[in-house]
């Protein structure tokens, strides 16, 4: 059932919802065993896009008086309470309180025109900033710095961006649809537009294969379910408080205690997806229903995840693959095919459907993260299969790297 939910002014984020699942349970996570830990964070430009000074005093408006007027409400609390039953009332109560603190954020402009945007204190209040700030970020480049991308031939005589985009979403998720492909909306952080994201689920929902949205406010007001795994901060922090070259197993442990076996997909690429195996012992394969793949090749690991559990002695058919790595309908239909009989498996879909690189052919996305950079001023690191997705401190990529066997100390 849909919730009625009315806008008010013109804002980018409308609800505290308006965020990820996973931020939300791994908050719960740190607020329960790291209360007094203490988080950096720190934004990365990947593309060539740039910003400008009147973007930075926008963007800092929007942290200082939009975003801090953000709370629960009683309709949001009670939602919270009957479709997510792994939040614990204690959890719930502290949300019901918690106000962004805009002295967390620091941002300016360098001298190459790039945003140097920090996020810093206890790390369970500065864990919810990290996707609300990326899509203000992405939206206000494309009202302030990008400003010509409505008129760049995306629409036809009559039509809107909106009306076409939607209708070119459709077309995308009919194709998943028709190939009997699973697939979840994961593209929060790299939005256009709430506006353009709030078309995308309004479009998508009704599709037999469409499972749900990572954002919990969409999820909320269009009746579908909230989805989500954990993110690569949650195994960087335990590598931080309970050490490096286990911090998988520490991880994936801390987590179950936490969860009891619900929000079972383990996330596999944070050292490295052989670090991962490496820790994903019997206890941990039987107890957890899946993996997710989020960087390098995904067919290469589809048979590195079959093997392990055929080794475990564990039918794969019982397991799932999440696959979320940059995907598009196309890839998603080839991994399917790949997999079929041999592993089940489902797909989160991010920009391709909230911001497409091939609708918006002049005008792309932003390729962007914010990723923790210390905690507890200890630097921490994601490694990835993808040396591109690489991560954090030099020094401490360079010792990461070698503790998990995939560089010398040269290198």
């Not at 502290?94 to 402009?109: A, E, Q």
């Not at 690569?232 to 991880?251: K, T, Y």
Request: hydrophobic share 40%.
């Amino acid at each position: 059932m849909q919730a009625s939910i009315k806008y008010g002014k013109d804002l980018m984020i409308y609800s505290i919802l308006d965020n990820d699942l996973y931020k939300f349970t791994m908050q719960m996570a740190v607020l329960e065993l790291f209360p007094d830990a203490v988080a950096e964070y720190r934004f990365i430009n990947r593309g060539t896009q740039r910003f400008t000074e009147g973007f930075v005093r926008e963007l800092r408006r929007v942290i200082d008086e939009d975003i801090p007027s953000l709370a629960l409400t009683d309709n949001e609390y009670q939602w919270l309470k009957a479709e997510c039953p792994y939040f614990k009332s204690m959890y719930l109560e502290y949300l019901k309180n918690y106000r962004f603190d805009p002295s967390d954020i620091s941002v300016c402009l360098t001298r190459d025109k790039d945003l140097d945007l920090r996020i810093s204190g206890s790390w369970h209040k500065s864990i919810l900033w990290e996707i609300v700030l990326m899509a203000v970020i992405s939206e206000l480049y494309f009202s302030v710095v990008e400003t010509q991308w409505k008129d760049y031939g995306y629409t036809q005589q009559g039509d809107s961006v909106a009306d076409r985009y939607s209708s070119y979403v459709m077309d995308i998720g009919r194709e998943l649809e028709a190939n009997n492909c699973t697939f979840s909306e994961f593209g929060t952080r790299r939005r256009r537009s709430f506006e353009l994201h709030d078309r995308v689920i309004k479009t998508l929902t009704g599709l037999k294969t469409f499972s749900g949205t990572s954002n919990v406010f969409f999820a909320m007001k269009y009746g579908i379910h909230p989805v989500g795994t954990v993110g690569h901060e949650w195994i960087m922090g335990n590598s931080a408080l309970v050490g490096l070259r286990n911090a998988n197993l520490f991880a994936l442990e801390n987590w179950a205690g936490i969860y009891k076996g619900e929000l079972g997909i383990a996330l596999s690429d944070t050292f490295g997806s052989d670090a991962f195996f490496a820790n994903f012992n019997m206890k941990l394969s039987k107890l957890y229903d899946g993996v997710r793949h989020d960087s390098g090749d995904p067919i290469t690991f589809a048979d590195k995840v079959i093997e392990h559990y055929r080794t475990m002695g564990i039918d794969p058919l019982k397991k799932t693959i999440v696959f979320s790595d940059s995907l598009h309908a196309k890839d998603a239909l080839k991994i399917k095919d790949h997999c079929r009989g041999k592993i089940n498996c489902t797909f989160g879909i991010g920009t391709s459907l909230t911001n497409n690189p091939d609708f918006f052919r002049t005008s792309p996305p932003l390729n962007m993260v914010i990723k923790l950079h210390t905690v507890n001023g200890i630097p921490v690191v994601k490694l990835s299969d993808d040396e591109g997705k690489e991560t954090g401190d030099i020094d401490a990529l360079r010792v990461a790297n070698y503790i998990f066997g995939r560089k010398g100390l040269d290198e």
